[in-house]
């Protein structure tokens, strides 16, 4: 056999996250409109004596500091990598996502508590001002909610700031609701009521946003792609013998990122290999940024640590020591074999 040193081979693509300079107009233009209205909110609120209002208001402030958040680490994401860094500081955005949703966890659980005490002794409530700042904040929430739609979504870190805008409109659609109740009715508690339908709705964005952030850190494969499925996909391609080490993580939102050792047939074209799989996993699952380390069977280490085409005398074929000692994860070939 010809000797064959490691071939690293790298498909990348640096097309990558989102359009800094339009997202980010997006988000400022939403950010000085939630901050002024939330201004106005926070006193009329404290006139009508409204918990519905306050929380709604509490919640804008969570929404200005969601794109506050969002807007640094679209800045800190930019940065080239260097020193340390190798994929610079694009996990930032994550970390912004996961902040907006740690915040909507630790608010609705005060707020949940706020609504609880309502329930049980609720305050004079002006159901007419109630209403008409509620209808006004729907207004304001349908604007940010489409200029947030506007920027670019696939980025968890966008999403995160477009989750606490929407969950606030569907608030402030229940605060308005509440007044009315309030307004015809006199049921005071109707305020209380909605603040806990908001308190539903920001569990329900909080949890999203920090188990897909966590999955991100936790370098788990990107949702809708089974490893098992993909390793054995590649294990059938021709020529090659075995995958192991193989390792799918998102870098960031929309940036999948792949590693894998490959063993290739005696004779087989190494090269010709590792640019097929490649083509593979751009084409079929989207993966641009994949480094294959492509070998011929047995080319290193000694007979005992290799693996064999054929089983050991004292083995099973499944049970032999596989290319690597230490291979990490389920080890893939062709044909049937146990995983």
């Known amino acids: 056999m010809t000797e064959h040193a490691h071939s690293h081979g790298h498909s990348h693509s640096h097309a990558h996250g989102v359009a800094p300079d339009a997202d980010r107009r997006w988000l400022r233009s939403a950010l000085i409109l939630l901050t002024a209205y939330m201004t106005v909110e926070v006193v009329i609120g404290v006139v009508a004596q409204s918990l519905a209002l306050i929380s709604d208001a509490a919640h804008m402030l969570t929404d200005a500091v969601s794109i506050v958040l969002a807007l ?10 260097r020193g340390g860094y190798t994929y610079g500081l694009k996990r930032a955005e994550i970390l912004s996502a996961q902040a907006n949703g740690i915040t909507l966890l630790l608010l609705s659980v005060w707020l949940a ?3 609880v005490e309502r329930l049980i002794s609720p305050p004079k409530v002006t159901g007419g001002l109630v209403l008409v700042t509620a209808l006004a904040g729907i207004v304001v929430n349908l604007i940010c909610t489409w200029l947030l739609s506007r920027a670019n979504r696939s980025s968890l870190n966008v999403e995160g700031a477009y989750q606490h805008i929407l969950t606030d409109l ?40 920090v188990r897909e952030s966590g999955r991100i850190f936790m370098e788990a494969a990107p949702t809708g792609v089974d490893p098992d499925a993909l390793g054995e996909r590649l294990a059938a391609t021709d020529e090659v013998v075995e995958v192991h080490d193989l390792h799918i993580w998102l870098i960031t939102s929309g940036q999948p990122a792949l590693s894998a050792h490959i063993l290739v047939a005696p004779g087989g074209d190494c090269h010709k290999v590792r640019r097929g799989l490649q083509e593979l996993l751009s084409g079929e699952y989207g993966i641009s940024h994949a480094t294959l380390q492509v070998d011929h069977v047995g080319e290193q280490g000694s007979p005992d640590d290799v693996l064999t085409l054929s089983p050991r005398p004292e083995t099973e074929p499944e049970e032999q020591t596989g290319h690597c000692e230490d291979a990490h994860g389920p080890v893939h070939r062709s044909g049937p074999h146990r995983r």
């Open 170 to 209: 569907f608030g402030f659609v229940a605060t308005a609701l509440a007044g009315l109740i309030v307004l015809t009715t006199g049921f005071e508690r109707a305020d209380a009521i909605a603040s806990l339908v908001v308190v539903v709705l920001m569990l329900r964005a909080g949890t999203g946003l």
């Open 72 to 81: 640094v680490a679209m800045r800190l994401a930019a940065r080239p990598a």
């Open 113 to 115: 508590y706020e609504a």
